[in-house]
């Protein structure tokens, strides 16, 4: 069955500090993408990172970077000297391509982060 | 390229009424899908159109329906409005890939929700 787990539902933080969002994952299925969105509190969901199953090399971006182990099954989000801006709900993702041509997608509960000046 | 954009943005109704939203893709994407967010259930999966046919449903009544039109816009429609159908709606578009072929997952584009509101 597929399965996204984000055990920490909030976590509040002081700015400048690191954080990490934990995501756990379970697939039966080889091939696989993950994904990050983050939703402000406008609503939409924007789209921060996707990794395929093949790929592990963990990946940075600004103050974002992104840790994918397979062996742990877990895709870990880590937001350095983190800002006011980045409060918002995180989510992640599993999407599996089934027979038929479609994708489905799981999302996880999400982690509502809060940044405190 | 526009984002995803969705029609309207609030919207609040009574019991017993039906609503229809819209969801407009990235031009290019053929492929919409829709979710339900709630602050208990978090993000649910509706269903997913694709070439104006219903590619995918999630486990919800036969009071939420969809349809995708021959420029890939959709609407949903929620019939019979109860209380628990208040709700984030949230469309996404994706390139969609091929009918029945080898299409590889693919990121989901999100539109900024419609925010319904059952009274």
């Known amino acids: 069955a597929q399965k996204v787990t984000q055990a920490q539902t909030e976590i509040s933080v002081v700015e400048k500090e690191d954080v990490t969002l934990d995501c756990v994952y379970e697939?039966?299925?080889?091939?696989?993408?993950l994904f990050w969105y983050k939703q402000p509190p406008s609503g939409e969901l924007v789209f921060l990172i996707r990794r395929n199953s093949f790929d592990e090399q963990n990946e940075i971006s600004g103050r974002y970077s992104w840790n994918f182990q397979k062996s742990t099954s877990s895709f870990n989000f880590t937001i350095t000297a983190s800002q006011v801006v980045d409060s918002a709900v995180y989510f992640c993702a599993l999407s599996e391509k089934k027979s038929g041509g479609y994708q489905k997608v799981t999302f996880g509960i999400g982690t509502k982060l809060q940044v405190i000046p | 390229k526009a984002g995803v954009t969705q029609t309207p943005r609030y919207l609040i109704k009574t019991r017993g009424q039906q609503v229809t939203l819209s969801c407009s893709p990235i031009s290019g994407h053929r492929s919409v899908s829709w979710y339900q967010q709630t602050p208990g259930q978090g993000l649910q999966f509706l269903f997913e159109y694709f070439s104006e046919t219903q590619r995918n449903k999630g486990n919800f009544p036969g009071r939420f329906s969809g349809r995708q039109f021959s420029n890939s816009r959709s609407e949903m429609n929620v019939s019979t409005l109860e209380l628990g159908d208040s709700a984030l709606y949230l469309c996404?578009?994706?390139?969609?890939?091929?009918?029945?072929?080898?299409?590889?997952?693919?990121?989901?584009?999100f539109g900024p929700g419609t925010r319904l509101l059952v009274l």
């Open positions: 996404a578009s994706s390139p969609g890939g091929l009918a029945g072929g080898p299409t590889p997952p693919e990121t989901q584009y």
């Open positions: 697939t039966r299925d080889t091939t696989y993408y």
